[in-house]
């Protein structure tokens, strides 16, 4: 990863003019065009109080109505060498850098803070992120606090483990290359991390944290010419099996959650202001777009790539599933498998998954949510089993004669039967070292993780003791598949 410092150009100076064009035009759409739209302190007092007749003033019950994209521009750079041919590119256009190099293998709070101490020593002009999710993640928290450096740790930290502030201040550019096919986190607003205090993971999500070339405001995410991920199949070559395998596990189950999260229009509570709806906001027709082509993708060519490091088809169509994902899932969200899967990596008992080389034990994201999936997919089934069927028929079932009330059923056959042909995968959290006595606190793990729990069909999120109940017995349902 590279901290950079940039001079002003005149393509910056262009794209700032064009953005302060677009802002000062009259907007077409009054609520994503114009920065001011929004501030009602403007309103005067007879514009508000016809507002308020308008408006009901308890907004928290009422289901949403309204759905935004917002996504990364993706340019394929052929022949990108990752790490070794940025620093050349740097070097031969004698931009100044520093590179970072302790990013940590799934981020702590810890390793963040520490990578954050080195941005603040240098306050680069730019960020250049090469590597996995956990550099990406890194560098997208380097970023932030570096720009919010009056902000405690825990301000912008997803509620109710942090304050969950939105992020109301332009960050510096941060482009990211990946060379893992998994997180899409080049097109996400999320960063990931284990707060081990709380022995769990959790985030960081805002919109504004999305790799950007310019400065971005908070009204942005239509802004012109935001090229961010640079996606280059040839960097992803060298990934071993192992993490082929995990990273496009976690393709898998975003496309999954995103396709059968609670549609948009179902989802507590109505933001007061379009500025604070979540990044995750639910299924949505546009995402669904995006989800069921990644899933579709990555049940042809996951088995393909982890199977033979020769197949680049294989690995160029799992980068492409694991972008399509992100852009899915970064709008739409994911769901259980990914709330359970954070107390499952936070409070692992010692296992270390074959094929990662790191000190110490490790359950590798795409693993942490898969194992749960086949357990996950049957509770879900009865929400929306034209949905689970769908997913189902992407993995070669016959539906035709499936009946409704077995469609959770039947995808959960289908996605354990996948990860055993899939190879080296724990059948269940049984084979992660976790029995009954820690089905406690992974439901303790589990519930403050909102953010994404409030998407999960047939999950009860108004009375936390049978939501418990329900968490206990889906655990133990993903002891073994
Ligand atoms: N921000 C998001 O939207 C988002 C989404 C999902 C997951 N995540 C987070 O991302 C992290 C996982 O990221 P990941 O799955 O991309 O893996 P990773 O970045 O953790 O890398 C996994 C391992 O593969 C190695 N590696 C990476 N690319 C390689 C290559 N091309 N060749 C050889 N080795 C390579 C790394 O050094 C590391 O040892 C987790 O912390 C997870 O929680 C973030
Ligand atoms: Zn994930």
């Excluded at 009901?56 to 993706?74: C, G, H, L, V």
């Excluded at 009946?403 to 039967?417: C, D, F, N, P």
Aim: charged share 20%; net charge neutral; proline share 7%.
């Amino acid at each position: 990863m590279a901290a950079i410092r940039v001079a002003p150009t005149r393509a910056t100076r262009a794209l700032n003019l064009l953005r302060a064009v677009q802002f000062t035009h009259p907007p077409t759409c009054p609520c994503h065009s114009n920065p001011g739209h929004h501030n009602h302190n403007n309103v005067t007092g007879a514009k508000q109080a016809k507002r308020a007749l308008a408006t009901p003033i308890d907004t928290s019950r009422q289901k949403e109505y309204a759905f935004q994209m917002a996504a990364s521009n993706i340019s394929t750079v052929a022949q990108l060498d990752a790490m070794k041919a940025c620093v050349e590119g740097l070097d031969r256009e004698g931009i100044a850098y520093e590179v970072y190099q302790k990013v940590r293998v799934e981020p702590k709070d810890t390793s963040i803070k520490e990578a954050i101490a080195f941005s603040k020593q240098h306050m680069p002009d730019a960020f250049l992120a090469v590597g996995g999710g956990s550099v990406i993640d890194t560098a997208k928290l380097m970023n932030l606090y570096t720009c919010c450096p009056e902000n405690d740790f825990l301000d912008f930290v997803n509620a109710p483990l942090g304050k969950g502030l939105p992020i109301s201040k332009p960050l510096l550019p941060l482009i990211a290359v990946p060379t893992t096919a998994g997180t899409g986190s080049e097109t996400t607003g999320t960063a990931i991390f284990d707060l081990v205090s709380k022995r769990a993971k959790t985030g960081i999500a805002h919109r504004n944290l999305k790799p950007t070339r310019q400065s971005s405001s908070i009204h942005t995410s239509a802004g012109a010419n935001r090229v961010v991920g640079i996606c280059d199949p040839l960097n992803t070559r060298s990934m071993p099996s192992a993490v082929h395998s995990s990273s496009g596990l976690d393709v898998l189950c975003h496309s999954l959650e995103s396709w059968t999260a609670i549609p948009y229009y179902e989802r507590t509570p109505r933001p007061t202001n379009p500025i604070l709806r979540p990044a995750y906001q639910g299924a949505n027709p546009i995402s669904d777009i995006f989800s069921l082509q990644s899933l579709r993708s990555t049940v042809k060519y996951l088995p393909r790539a982890v199977a033979d490091p020769d197949d680049h088809e294989a690995q160029s169509q799992m980068l492409l599933a694991a972008t399509l994902a992100g852009v899915g899932f970064g709008n739409a969200g994911v769901h259980l498998c990914h709330g359970l899967s954070y107390g499952i990596s936070g409070q692992n008992p010692g296992y270390r998954h074959k094929g990662y080389v790191v000190d110490t034990p490790i359950i590798p994201h795409g693993v942490s949510v898969a194992v749960t999936a086949p357990a996950v997919f049957k509770f879900t089934g009865a929400s929306n089993p034209e949905r689970h069927l769908a997913a189902a028929e992407c993995f070669g079932v016959d539906v035709s004669n499936v009946k409704k009330e077995s469609a959770g059923e039947v995808l959960s056959e289908a996605l354990a039967a996948f990860l055993v042909k899939l190879g080296d995968q724990p059948r269940g959290i049984k084979a992660l070292g976790f029995g009954k006595e820690h089905v406690e606190g992974l439901v303790e793990a589990t519930i403050p993780q909102a953010r994404v729990l409030m998407l999960a069909p047939s999950l009860e999120t108004e009375d936390v003791e049978v939501e418990r109940e329900q968490l206990r017995g889906l655990l133990m349902e993903a002891m073994e598949y």
